[in-house]
């Protein structure tokens, strides 16, 4: 059930219909795993591990290069050097029925009429988890978390390599680019399609 959740965009309910089991039966499912996972591997998705993804990055580099080139017969120099993939991510979770500590507050946002919890994380060229932030509240920014979490400094270990993100975010950095969106391109008269998966 775990699995079916981490790799399904489905809803609780959709996950848990062919197990039987309830939407708070699979958030607490879900919740218990991961929890076990966190505490006993947890510290290899933290910034200070950052450095371990050291002897792949060139290679990393290369794989998106080539990709770019297959498909856009040269390599835009938004990705020169990008060696990974960074966004947000929204973990759906059930309303919470405890009063303490006022989750539902934290949980629910309201533009999005849905509870969960917001991730950053920074996945390779071959779809694996490089780092991935703590859980922060629904209503939170994806160059928030990048800032309290203080992340451009914890990849000066990656020394010239970027990692690419949509425009969400916002601030261009030695290590962060983003992809622009239309009204940048128009400024900038670079052309979205380069960048387009």
């Not at 991510?89 to 059930?94: A, Q, S």
């Not at 999005?112 to 950053?120: I, P, R, S, T």
Request: with cysteine; aromatic share 10%.
């Amino acid at each position: 059930m775990f699995l079916r959740r981490m790799r399904s965009t489905a809803n609780l309910e959709e996950v848990g219909l062919p197990f039987d089991r309830a939407p708070e039966d699979v958030s607490l499912i879900v919740h218990f795993v991961s929890n076990h996972i966190v505490g006993m591997y947890g510290g290899l998705l933290e910034a200070e591990h950052l450095n371990i993804w050291c002897p792949v990055l060139e290679k990393y580099r290369r794989a998106i290069g080539e990709y770019s080139e297959n498909r856009f017969a040269s390599v835009a120099p938004e990705l020169a050097r990008v060696v990974a993939f960074i966004d947000g991510t929204v973990m759906e979770t059930t309303r919470p029925s405890r009063p303490e500590g006022n989750l539902q507050k934290v949980c629910y946002r309201g533009d999005m009429k849905q509870h969960g919890l917001l991730y950053a994380a920074i996945v390779s060229p071959t779809d694996m988890f490089m780092y991935m932030s703590h859980a922060y509240p629904l209503a939170n920014h994806d160059q928030g978390i990048v800032n309290v979490e203080n992340l451009d400094v914890a990849l000066n270990c990656w020394g010239e390599f970027q990692i690419l993100g949509d425009s969400a975010y916002l601030k261009q950095s030695t290590h962060f680019c983003h992809i622009p969106n239309a009204k940048e391109a128009r400024k900038s008269n670079v052309s979205t399609t380069i960048l387009t998966p």
